[in-house]
């Protein structure tokens, strides 16, 4: 019997609109326990043996679990946290309350990430009323802490691996669908390490007229950033690429074959005629992919406000990311960056970490790779553009490889 894809397309728009009504913004602490409990409340509903997982802090992750006919587990990951909804004057409909337009439903969430927890719940609901169970086992996790970092899920997957345990994972998108109709499956996630770089040469804010004999916080903080980068881009911390290994030739084929319909879009978007070296194409993506970075996010320091005032700064900030490909590892960057500021006689300069994620991808040869793959050519009838590693950073992939071993 064909599936009755109308009717699971409603059901997946009704759970969409019960978790969307949730205001479950995690940067706010808004709701997380309601929406813990919708969502535990709606995968016991799909058949599932279900719980909510916890570390010393922070909201709960429900988990899930249901066996299936096959040998073969999955393990989904979703959340259902959502960003905030500033600035509110830009919305067309209140951001909690979804509502239809145009064939299309809006609300905070519809699309990150709780659109995709409804699809997946709908499917596997429809499956169960067609066979009476699962083809396979199905295990989930869905956490309310993503959009801050997902500060606890190493630490709640450390602690249940057993429950967690599977033979491969999807994470929340799973499989994207291009504007060319392929599908587009990512097999790893760069890592990342973010700072704050803190300076304080005077007691207090001076005038200007001092700078000939007293010290500026401002140009101390720009002269050891300058110090870490040079003017072509390359990282100049000893040590920085010590680890990083350049693209297989098999993952290099592969980039060469994924679909690059988005360049265009994204230098328009970006505002640039060209992007860095006149980079396009396949060697644009395995840059993008494989090069680790040091990027400058933003500096504060003396008066910024109209006209002029003639203050010389006693404090200077500056926040800086790492991009980190597989085998640099934050904790390790952290160490060289504080050694490359102490060697080059910035020890004044206090580093703090902000955010850290590791680097973790699954091989393009991996049989759970393969299986996905022939799944999405199916469904979309025509070859998938595999990305073997994203430019972004999800920190959930390196804590299920390391705690799991799941691909």
Same mark, same amino acid.
């Given at each position: 019997?064909?599936?009755?894809?109308?009717?699971?397309?409603?059901?997946?728009?009704?759970?969409?609109?019960?978790?969307?009504?949730?205001?479950?913004?995690?940067?706010?602490?808004?709701?997380?326990?309601?929406?813990?409990?919708?969502?535990?409340?709606?995968?016991?509903?799909?058949?599932?043996?279900?719980?909510?997982?916890?570390?010393?802090?922070?909201?709960?992750?429900?988990?899930?679990?249901?066996?299936?006919?096959?040998?073969? $587990? #999955?393990?989904?990951?979703? @959340?259902?946290?959502?960003? %905030? !909804?500033? &600035?509110?004057?830009? +919305?067309?409909?209140?951001?909690?309350?979804?509502?239809?337009?145009?064939?299309?439903?809006?609300?905070?969430?519809?699309?990150?990430?709780?659109?995709?927890?409804?699809?997946?719940?709908?499917?596997?609901?429809?499956?169960?009323?067609?066979?009476?169970?699962?083809?396979?086992?199905?295990?989930?996790?869905?956490?309310?802490?993503?959009?801050?970092?997902?500060?606890?899920?190493?630490?709640?997957?450390?602690?249940?691996?057993?429950?967690?345990?599977?033979?491969?994972?999807?994470?929340?998108?799973?499989?994207?669908?291009?504007?060319?109709?392929?599908?587009?499956?990512?097999?790893?996630?760069?890592?990342?390490?973010?700072?704050?770089?803190?300076?304080? $040469? #005077?007691?207090?804010?001076? @005038?200007?007229?001092?700078? %000939? !004999?007293? &010290?500026?916080?401002? +140009?101390?903080?720009?002269?050891?950033?300058?110090?870490?980068?040079?003017?072509?881009?390359?990282?100049?911390?000893?040590?920085?690429?010590?680890?990083?290994?350049?693209?297989?030739?098999?993952?290099?084929?592969?980039?060469?074959?994924?679909?690059?319909?988005?360049?265009?879009?994204?230098?328009?978007?970006?505002?640039?005629?060209?992007?860095?070296?006149?980079?396009?194409?396949?060697?644009?993506?395995?840059?993008?992919?494989?090069?680790?970075?040091?990027?400058?996010?933003?500096?504060?320091?003396?008066?910024?406000?109209?006209?002029?005032?003639?203050?010389?700064?006693?404090?200077?900030?500056?926040?800086?990311?790492?991009?980190?490909?597989?085998?640099?590892?934050?904790?390790?960057?952290?160490?060289?960056?504080?050694?490359?500021?102490?060697?080059?006689?910035?020890?004044?300069?206090?580093?703090?970490?902000?955010?850290?994620?590791?680097?973790?991808?699954?091989?393009?040869?991996?049989?759970?790779?393969?299986?996905?793959?022939?799944?999405?050519?199916?469904?979309?009838?025509?070859?998938?553009?595999?990305?073997?590693?994203?430019?972004?950073?999800?920190?959930?992939?390196?804590?299920?490889?390391?705690?799991?071993?799941?691909?």
């Amino acid at each position: 019997m064909a599936p009755d894809y109308g009717r699971m397309g409603e059901d997946a728009l009704r759970i969409l609109e019960l978790l969307c009504r949730q205001p479950s913004v995690s940067a706010e602490g808004r709701a997380l326990d309601e929406t813990a409990g919708l969502v535990e409340e709606l995968l016991a509903g799909a058949g599932f043996e279900t719980g909510q997982l916890r570390g010393d802090v922070g909201a709960a992750a429900v988990y899930g679990d249901q066996p299936g006919r096959g040998g073969f $587990t #999955l393990l989904l990951y979703n @959340h259902y946290d959502v960003q %905030p !909804v500033d &600035p509110l004057e830009l +919305w067309d409909s209140p951001p909690f309350e979804p509502t239809r337009r145009d064939g299309k439903l809006f609300a905070r969430g519809a699309a990150d990430n709780k659109g995709e927890l409804a699809v997946r719940l709908a499917v596997i609901r429809a499956l169960r009323e067609e066979d009476g169970e699962l083809p396979i086992g199905v295990r989930w996790i869905v956490e309310g802490e993503e959009e801050v970092g997902s500060t606890n899920f190493d630490e709640i997957v450390r602690r249940n691996a057993e429950l967690l345990r599977a033979d491969g994972a999807l994470w929340e998108g799973a499989s994207a669908r291009l504007p060319d109709g392929r599908s587009e499956v990512a097999l790893g996630f760069k890592g990342a390490l973010g700072v704050r770089l803190d300076v304080r $040469t #005077l007691a207090t804010d001076a @005038h200007s007229s001092f700078e %000939p !004999v007293a &010290p500026s916080a401002a +140009w101390r903080l720009v002269q050891a950033l300058a110090s870490i980068r040079d003017r072509e881009g390359t990282g100049q911390i000893r040590g920085f690429y010590d680890n990083v290994l350049p693209a297989t030739d098999a993952e290099r084929q592969a980039i060469a074959a994924a679909s690059f319909s988005e360049e265009d879009e994204l230098r328009e978007m970006l505002g640039l005629e060209e992007f860095v070296d006149g980079l396009s194409g396949p060697a644009l993506w395995e840059r993008a992919s494989f090069q680790p970075t040091s990027n400058l996010a933003g500096i504060s320091s003396g008066y910024s406000g109209p006209g002029i005032k003639t203050v010389l700064p006693a404090v200077a900030s500056a926040w800086m990311d790492f991009r980190l490909v597989p085998e640099q590892q934050p904790d390790e960057i952290l160490e060289l960056l504080r050694a490359h500021l102490q060697r080059e006689g910035y020890a004044d300069i206090q580093v703090t970490p902000l955010v850290t994620a590791r680097p973790a991808k699954t091989p393009l040869d991996h049989p759970f790779v393969r299986q996905v793959v022939e799944v999405a050519e199916a469904v979309s009838g025509a070859s998938a553009s595999i990305i073997p590693l994203a430019p972004a950073t999800l920190p959930i992939v390196a804590s299920l490889h390391e705690h799991l071993a799941v691909p």
